[in-house]
């Protein structure tokens, strides 16, 4: 069976149609060259060059070789390039899971981020909540995912974005009409839309912790913002949600500032990460975690 070297040196000698120039075209000398070209006639059990003392020509069935030749090296050439972009993470597949919420601030920018950088790598995206994330990241579907928390010393993590909790209510609300920030006692004071704690238990747990022993009145728990978004504008409840929520401008809804004492303002706030598993052989995901380095320079 003949090699890519035999080709390489029949292309080289048919191009010249001289056996010295085409040796040192390849820098190798003359006689390993023949015999390449002896070895490749041997094997296809047909004569390629018409030779005699004063010069060489193709025969027909060496003339038939040369296009095909030439197609099966630049096939290995392509196919070499694209291994190596794959091993260096310049191309391949790169599944990437988002909230709800990253779709309205960070999604934009991550993927404006790596398509930039990476334009031959394919992103594949898959809309979740938080747990189902963390679930499909261990189980290999997702290379990245952007979400509201996770362990740190089970996965990658780098935050993103940090934000305040704003409060929304109806138009026609009381707390609208007094148009001021409002204070945890004074959300506590009406019916809530909640999160679930299955699904959405960052937010869930932030809610717990924002209004501790008060008494509060879930009407409803919802996962996704959208749908409690919704039921604030029915009237059914006020609810809590990130500042980034506020670009979609839903109408029949105000957003109001949430007023929380200053040692409680960081703890106020959410949080949205990159995560992946440290466990992760896809190379395309490094690459992407190197270019997202200063990606906050995007907001």
């Avoid at 292309?11 to 010249?16: K, L, M, N, Q």
């Avoid at 038939?64 to 392509?78: C, N, V, W, Y």
């Amino acid at each position: 069976m003949y090699t890519l070297e035999q080709l390489r040196g029949f292309v080289a000698v048919a191009e010249y149609l001289h056996f010295g120039r085409a040796a040192e075209s390849l820098q190798m000398t003359q006689p390993p060259l023949s015999r390449q070209i002896q070895k490749l006639e041997a094997d296809l059990g047909v004569e390629l060059f018409a030779r005699t003392n004063r010069q060489v020509a193709l025969t027909a069935a060496g003339a038939e070789l040369l296009e095909r030749a030439r197609h099966i090296l630049t096939l290995s050439d392509l196919s070499r390039a694209a291994v190596r972009s794959v091993a260096h993470g310049e191309r391949g597949t790169l599944t990437i899971g988002f909230t709800a919420t990253s779709a309205l601030s960070v999604l934009g920018p991550v993927l404006e981020r790596i398509h930039g950088a990476l334009p031959d790598v394919d992103i594949d995206l898959r809309e979740g909540v938080t747990s189902a994330q963390l679930a499909e990241i261990d189980r290999g579907r997702i290379d990245l995912g952007l979400l509201r928390s996770a362990p740190a010393d089970e996965y990658g993590v780098r935050e993103l974005l940090r934000e305040d909790l704003v409060v929304v209510v109806p138009v026609d609300h009381p707390l609208a009409k007094r148009g001021k920030p409002c204070t945890v006692d004074q959300i506590a004071e009406y019916p809530m839309i909640g999160y679930t704690q299955r699904d959405s238990g960052y937010f869930h747990r932030k809610i717990e912790w924002l209004m501790g022993e008060r008494p509060v009145h879930v009407a409803y728990r919802v996962t996704q913002i959208l749908s409690m978004l919704s039921l604030v504008r029915r009237g059914l409840g006020i609810a809590l949600v990130p500042q980034s929520t506020y670009v979609m401008r839903p109408e029949g809804i105000r957003f109001l500032e949430l007023a929380v004492p200053a040692r409680m303002a960081a703890e106020a706030q959410v949080s949205l990460s990159a995560v992946w598993s440290k466990e992760s052989r896809n190379p395309a995901l490094r690459r992407a975690l190197e270019v997202l380095d200063g990606v906050l320079d995007a907001f």
